[in-house]
């Protein structure tokens, strides 16, 4: 299953409903603190995550430095390896800073996009070529 | 505003003027001008002037201003201090005395945005300024600013933030070695266009003179920074600056600015005979002057700018004063330790949120409609009428930020639509319809909790730019649904009615509110409430600055009506507008 994290959902609705009608199963979190409690009360059923970066910092996270929730999801991403430390994570955002592309493309099982070059139809098969590649 | 209703971003002004030659004339007149100037220099919601008696070393109320009537009555004459002999016991106690007084009287209900030493120390909040006031070459009072929103500076206001430390520095070390050989003082004020932007012109070119007789200073210059260049133009000046003087134009953050500044004085050859007071960096080292002051300026909790003080002859200051300064430069080296920490975020961070939020609806724009071509032919026609309500929200969230984008560069807005028959009641129905997956998306359930119905408004018909009207409904909802609070307890109602020579959109909600001593504020240019940032609210603060401006070019206005439970704004239609049935 997907967890799906993003604070603007309404806009992503058609990605996650295409990904359903692609056959994959999804579990959205508006928010920070909705992520970490999916991924607290999971039984092992997550074993994908789809990441936004920008986006309020939460309860969890409100000590943090976030400049303002621009890097939100750079920390919560860091929450989740302690939880997941395998899990693959689509890092998926609007966010156009290179130097969020770098710090990701550094991370095992880990791959960022800009939701503007992903169309609905085109993530199901991005999600399903990172689960097969066992290259990392 | 009550004495009562200050707030986060309220930046009172406690200030100790003692031994002002002025004053002693005239002196609750006097006191009065100065709590109001001292208000509007530094962006202050409130200004308290106290002063010391130097006979009785009674520290009393002189003036107030920004507080009510009947708490200025009260306050009136009070003494505040009982004398001490001792030096520092007179320090503490001003101190505890200080915390006292605003704790009796409640002044500052909420806690935050205190300004000065004893309630700071009691809520830990910072110290952006602590600036010493000097007349006639002797310590009268200080300007204290208060913030526990540090992270608001930059890294240019850090950069000039540990200027002004290190000269405050300097500044201590050297007066009590320099022997005067003549009297000079001056001041060099520079404000950003924060300030400009809040006070009326006319009040700008008084200034000059006003800040003069407030600091005891032959000649003021006032600067402008410009953003965007990062030019300082002289923008008012007293009278005997001249025209070659005034066409100055400096790079107000190159690393030499001091030189430059000397170079440009040094090169207008006659100006500093004639006006032998010029108060600079540049040339107050060419001329062996001491600083004296230089004190950040602020305006709400960005630093704008600085004054200069110079003088050739700094008298003996006594033990208590050198006391005070002492603190000063202590407080001003904890500020920029503490500014060190704080993230850069200028205007940089405003672009990068206004093109996000750009960016967001297009995205949203372009899933619905891609998911749509995909799936063409497999969806029901609720689902397509669904995804087709979100494209339309979402092109006009998209289009408001393309207004705020342009309103940050300065570009002008696009010439006005020609004027259409405009039906209100339907141009409103259609703002709120396109924002119904936006309600829906902060859990507002659009048909209970959203209260409009255009079948009972009357149908007035003007002739109007209809897209005006629709962006400032636009701009006041989104604030409505951002600032919802709980959603399961808000409430939005939208009326139509006539008040005299206007009608008036009224849009009331159940929010959160706005903070009181904000009233005004939430109008200003990139202005965002404390709660705005507490929540995580994303926004570029001028969706309301705009707003205000698209309807008084059409001859309304954009008003704060009610501030909380419910907050309303009225959006003001002129009835000029109005088209008459022949």
Redesign the interface.
């Given at each position: 299953m997907i967890l799906f994290v993003d604070d603007e959902l309404r806009r992503m609705e058609s990605v996650v409903e295409q990904l359903e009608m692609d056959g994959l199963r999804v579990h959205t979190a508006p928010g920070v603190d909705q992520a970490l409690a999916a991924l607290h009360n999971d039984k092992g059923e997550i074993d994908f995550v789809i990441l936004d970066i920008m986006m309020d910092l939460g309860s969890t996270l409100e000590h943090e430095d976030t400049e303002e929730g621009l890097r939100t999801g750079v920390h919560l991403f860091e929450r989740i390896r302690k939880v997941k430390p395998t899990v693959p994570v689509m890092v998926l955002t609007n966010a156009d800073d290179v130097r969020l592309e770098e710090h990701f493309s550094k991370e095992p099982r880990t791959r960022f996009f800009q939701k503007r070059s992903l169309l609905p139809q085109d993530v199901a098969p991005q999600v399903r070529e990172m689960m097969r590649d066992d290259e990392w | 505003m009550t004495a009562t209703e200050q707030s986060v971003d309220v930046l009172p002004v406690l200030h100790d003027l003692s031994e002002v030659p002025f004053l002693r004339q005239d002196r609750p007149e006097a006191l009065k001008r100065i709590a109001q100037l001292g208000q509007a220099l530094l962006g202050s919601s409130a200004c308290v002037l106290t002063f010391v008696d130097t006979e009785t070393r009674r520290l009393t109320y002189g003036a107030l201003a920004g507080f009510d009537e009947e708490f200025e009555k009260r306050m009136a004459g009070q003494s505040l201090l009982p004398g001490k002999e001792s030096d520092g016991a007179f320090l503490a106690d001003n101190v505890d005395l200080a915390s006292e007084l605003v704790e009796r009287y409640n002044l500052y209900e909420r806690g935050e945005g205190v300004a000065h030493p004893g309630m700071a120390r009691k809520y830990s909040l910072r110290s952006l300024l602590a600036a010493p006031l000097l007349s006639d070459g002797r310590l009268i009072g200080c300007f204290n600013h208060f913030t526990s929103r540090a992270e608001l500076f930059s890294e240019r206001d850090k950069t000039l933030l540990n200027s002004f430390a290190r000269q405050a520095v300097l500044t201590i070390e050297r007066f009590d070695y320099h022997r005067a050989l003549e009297r000079s003082v001056g001041i060099l004020a520079d404000l950003s266009a924060s300030l400009v932007r809040l006070a009326p012109e006319d009040f700008i070119q008084q200034l000059p003179e006003r800040t003069c007789e407030l600091l005891s200073s032959p000649v003021c210059i006032i600067w402008k920074l410009e953003e965007h260049s990062g030019k300082l133009r002289v923008i008012a000046a007293t009278a005997d600056v001249d025209a070659g003087f005034r066409r100055l134009e400096i790079d107000a953050f190159a690393p030499q600015v001091a030189h430059l500044a000397a170079r440009r004085v040094a090169s207008l050859g006659d100006v500093r005979r004639e006006s032998p007071h010029y108060a600079h960096r540049g040339e107050a080292e060419a001329r062996g002057w001491v600083s004296l002051l230089t004190a950040p300026m602020c305006v709400g909790q960005r630093l704008i700018g600085m004054l200069d003080l110079y003088t050739l002859e700094p008298r003996r200051f006594r033990r208590w004063e050198k006391d005070l300064f002492r603190t000063f430069a202590d407080q001003a080296a904890i500020s920029i330790e503490r500014a060190e920490v704080v993230?850069p975020?200028p205007i940089r961070?405003e672009i990068?949120?206004i093109?996000?939020e750009l960016?967001?609806?297009?995205?949203?724009i372009?899933?619905?409609a891609?998911?749509m071509l995909?799936?063409h032919g497999m969806l029901t026609s609720e689902k397509t009428a669904r995804?087709l309500e979100?494209i339309l929200a979402?092109s006009s969230l998209a289009l408001a930020q393309v207004a705020s984008l342009r309103h940050l560069f300065g570009g002008r807005r696009p010439a006005s639509l020609e004027r259409q028959v405009v039906v209100m009641r339907d141009v409103v129905f259609k703002s709120l319809l396109q924002l119904a997956?936006?309600f829906?998306?902060q859990g507002i359930d659009f048909r209970s909790q959203v209260h409009y119905d255009p079948s009972n408004a009357r149908r007035v018909v003007i002739w109007a730019d209809p897209g005006k009207i629709n962006q400032a409904v636009t701009s006041l909802l989104m604030n409505s649904i951002r600032y919802c609070g709980d959603p399961k307890t808000f409430e939005l109602v939208v009326s139509l009615a006539l008040d005299h020579a206007n009608w008036i959109i009224r849009i009331s909600d159940r929010g959160i509110g706005i903070p009181a001593g904000l009233e005004e504020r939430i109008f200003e240019d990139g202005f965002r409430a404390p709660e705005a940032?507490m929540l995580?609210v994303?926004g570029s603060g001028v969706g309301l600055t705009i707003a205000r401006d698209l309807m008084k070019e059409m001859g309304g206005d954009l008003r704060l009506s009610n501030p909380r439970y419910p907050t309303s704004f009225d959006i003001v239609v002129p009835r000029s507008l109005e088209r008459r049935s022949r």
């Open positions: - | 993230a975020r961070l990068t949120k093109v996000h960016a967001s609806p297009i995205i949203g372009q899933n619905n891609a998911f995909h799936n995804k979100d979402d997956p936006a829906r998306e940032r995580h994303t």
